[in-house]
């Protein structure tokens, strides 16, 4: 349908997550339709962050340096579990949270046949020990991966005397009970709280 230039520049954006067809076609314009430094700066922006972007040798965390700025500065005594490096953007939307992270690339799931030697099980438990941690958050999505490597962390953590917390899960703030689903109204009367 398109010169060869613009069929390649569509694809490239078909493959971005959640970009069909009609989006891909309309990045492609845009990029044809501005100046060629516009075009030139996106394509050294994507350059750059392939480039000088890494992951931290401590929690796994996007960075351009060896340890990242949260594992610099903040406690580590506390460690908040997450399942992706993009997971740690949601949690400092928080603002509240001082500790700092651990991201375990996946969750065990013997469907797609992935255990626990297939994630940063290991490294969450040396940095247990070498920095004498006294609490782990599991910030692993609420489903039933998330679920089962939460409580396989937090069977390998008990015995350490590591206090291990789930985060609550249940109706989110200003939503209506009418639209709740049967299993996050059954979690938000689990896990009510005393007012």
């Known amino acids: 349908m398109f010169d060869e230039p613009i069929e390649k520049l569509v694809e490239y954006f078909r493959q971005l997550p959640g970009v069909g067809a009609k989006t891909a076609q309309r990045y ?3 990029i044809i ?6 075009a030139n700066n996106f394509a050294n922006a994507i350059k750059e962050v392939k480039e000088k972007v890494k992951l931290c040798s401590v929690c796994g965390n996007y960075s351009t340096q ?6 610099q500065k903040r406690n580590r005594k506390l460690i908040c579990v997450v399942q992706e490096p993009k997971d740690i953007v949601s949690m400092e939307k928080v603002k509240s949270f001082d500790g700092v992270y651990h991201v375990l690339f996946g969750t065990i799931s013997p469907l797609e046949n992935r255990g626990p030697n297939d994630i940063k099980i290991k490294e969450l438990l040396s940095r247990i020990e070498n920095d004498k941690v006294e609490e782990v958050i599991m910030a ?3 489903d039933v991966e998330g679920d089962a490597t939460a409580m396989y962390i937090s069977k390998l953590l008990k015995p350490l005397g590591v206090k291990v917390t789930r ?10 009970i009418e639209f709740a689903d049967v299993v996050t109204l059954e979690k938000a009367l689990e896990q009510r709280q005393e007012i």
Do not use: H, R, V, W
């Open 28 to 30: 492609a314009f845009y």
């Open 33 to 38: 339709e501005n100046s060629a430094e516009k």
């Open 66 to 71: 060896d340890i990242c700025p949260i594992c």
């Open 140 to 142: 692993t999505n609420p």
């Open 167 to 176: 985060l609550a899960q249940g109706i989110s703030m200003g939503s209506d």
